[in-house]
């Protein structure tokens, strides 16, 4: 059973890491990823995983190594980086809120770099900068701990810090998608 992901992107949607390759050697210093997928763009998670991401339940059983039973098993996937910010919408998706009157937008727009405006009180924002409150996102260059299910693990300051760093300070969050 796939229950989606958790995914890791720069805040401003936009942003794109000036080196990529880079990003993934810092990340594999401090233990995040291992190995680089075979089958697709992604990487194995390292030994370090368990301590940047953290799992809110108690002692899960989470699955690092593809293995006999073809139960899905978590890694990380890389997404992008894209010319322009793409939407990552789930079942878990709630409409966003207006940046101005912070009411929900039930008609919300996909399309990025287009102004859409909010039905409630006529503000126009970009609807890449929608505030979903983790339960969608727009991004150019997204990392996906693949098989998390939505609120089960969250990453940890240190690794939010770490990933700051790694993209000239450029702050990066969180959001989950479920299949
Ligand atoms: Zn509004």
Redesign the pocket.
């Known amino acids: 059973m796939h229950t989606g992901r958790l995914v890791l992107t720069p805040q401003d949607p936009y942003l794109v890491p000036e080196d990529p390759a880079s990003l993934f050697d810092a990340l594999r210093d401090i233990g995040l990823i291992t190995s680089p997928l075979e089958a697709e763009q992604g990487y194995l998670l390292g030994e370090a995983f368990m301590q940047l991401i953290t799992f809110m339940g108690c002692s899960p059983f989470i699955r690092l190594q593809p293995d006999q039973s073809g139960e899905p098993f978590c890694h990380l996937r890389v997404d992008g980086p894209h010319s322009e910010p793409i939407l990552l919408t789930g079942k878990n998706s709630l409409p966003p809120r207006?940046?101005?009157?912070?009411?929900r937008?039930s008609d919300w727009q996909s399309e990025p770099q287009q102004l859409a405006e909010?039905p409630?009180?006529?503000?126009r924002q970009d609807p890449a900068s929608y505030d979903f409150k983790q339960s969608a996102g727009f991004g150019r260059f997204l990392l996906k701990i693949e098989n998390i299910f939505p609120q089960e693990a969250i990453p940890s300051p240190r690794l939010l810090e770490f990933l700051q760093q790694a993209s000239n300070g450029a702050p990066w969050h969180h959001f989950y998608q479920q299949d």
Not at 98 to 103: G, I, L, W
Not at 120 to 123: T, V
């Open positions: 207006c940046k101005a009157c912070r009411k937008i909010c409630h009180c006529g503000h």
